[in-house]
């Protein structure tokens, strides 16, 4: 099972940074170059422990449509998300927030598994795992972003 492991500074408080992370206003932003949409649970706001919420995007030429759940929670330190309904076999994505002197260390462990047997492992290697990279690396810009200007009002001030 693949995992990617990133770690993001961010020169803001955990605090800032752990809301912003659960945003589903914050990440529809993100996100807006794929067209997601929340279709279903949780529509805006902050996401929270044992609430769901499904995107609908186009991803790798394909609309796809993804439910998933928090299902762990210690804030500021941490939160789980994990797939309940989607394309992949399984998916879990792990956010760790660590406070630093001057900010917070984001850590990001994203483990999933392909269906499809030999194929899927091979379609990892060759695109699938730096894709999904990529996402999640352009997901922590535009946090950083926020949290590092006073646009994180608008997210978490409403």
């Given at each position: 099972m693949p995992?990617?492991?990133?770690?993001?500074?961010?020169?803001?408080?955990?605090?800032?940074?752990?809301?912003?992370?659960?945003?589903?206003?914050l990440h529809r932003k993100s996100m807006a170059?794929?067209?997601?949409?929340?279709?279903?649970?949780?529509?805006?706001?902050?996401i929270g422990l044992d609430e769901t919420v499904t995107w609908k995007a186009k991803h790798l030429l394909k609309t796809r449509i993804l439910k998933s759940k928090i299902t762990a929670m210690k804030r500021?330190?941490?939160?789980?998300?994990?797939?309940?309904?989607?394309?992949?076999?399984?998916?879990?994505?792990?956010?760790?927030?660590?406070?630093?002197?001057?900010?917070t260390l984001v850590i990001d462990l994203f483990s999933f598994e392909s269906p499809y047997g030999q194929l899927g492992r091979?379609?990892?290697?060759?695109?699938?795992?730096?894709?999904?990279?990529?996402?999640?690396?352009?997901?922590?810009?535009?946090?950083?972003e926020y949290a590092e200007s006073e646009k994180w009002k608008f997210i978490l001030n409403k």
């Open positions: 995992t990617i492991h990133l770690t993001t500074f961010v020169a803001a408080p955990a605090e800032r940074v752990f809301d912003l992370c659960r945003s589903i206003d170059h794929t067209g997601e949409e929340v279709v279903a649970g949780t529509t805006s706001g902050l500021p330190f941490s939160f789980t998300d994990e797939m309940v309904d989607g394309d992949f076999k399984s998916l879990r994505h792990e956010h760790h927030f660590k406070t630093i002197d001057n900010g091979l379609a990892n290697r060759v695109f699938l795992t730096r894709y999904l990279e990529n996402l999640l690396e352009q997901r922590n810009r535009i946090i950083k």
